[in-house]
């Protein structure tokens, strides 16, 4: 059972790039979310997709684009990555009507 | 918004004491989890709290649900050297707000 799964682990990439980190489910959860976690700020929510085609905007969304055109894929795209997004990115997943969001193994995130 | 205040910020104690960690919030929460983070890892969820006043165990570990539903409490007893990592406790204010509000965490270290 895999569960939930991140793409790629360990990412080096330079100021300016489009990266992309994938998300994987397969509980065949409703709910996605992103998160980045820093020192001193803890989880911050970037984005989170309430289903396929449903997402919405969390904490810290600037900067960031996500998609869900499959339940169970939520990919995160950097645009043009800056310094300030050298961060540990963490995917979670839940079921509807429930509170328990699981979480995969992150993606480090540095940007040069 | 929302902040949950999670003390102590970090623990050092000797392999089998006890430990206590808890978290207070200014709003009401309708569900509290607790989390544990190894290094390197994403957070495994530890424990699930529904009502006020709940009190739940996972092994060694217990926690609670405060009956003002502003605070939850995580106890674990006869500490091990593999309890060592970031626990973290986040609400959920319920309806369709999926969303999950942290606590910054409590880093525990263990002396074998």
Redesign the interface.
Known sequence: DAGITQSPRYKITETGRQVTLMCHQTWSHSYMFWYRQDLGHGLRLIYYSAAADITDKGEVPDGYVVSRSKTENFPLTLESATRSQTSVYFCASSERELAEQYFGPGTRLTVT | GQQLNQSPQSMFIQEGEDVSMNCTSSSIF??W?W?KQDP??????LI?LYKAGELTSNGRLTAQFGITRKDSFLNISASIPSDVGIY?C?G?S?GSN???T????TLLTVNP
């Open positions: 309708n569900t989890l989390y390197g890892e994403g957070p495994v969820l699930a973290f986040a959920h319920g999926y969303k999950l942290f606590g910054k965490g």
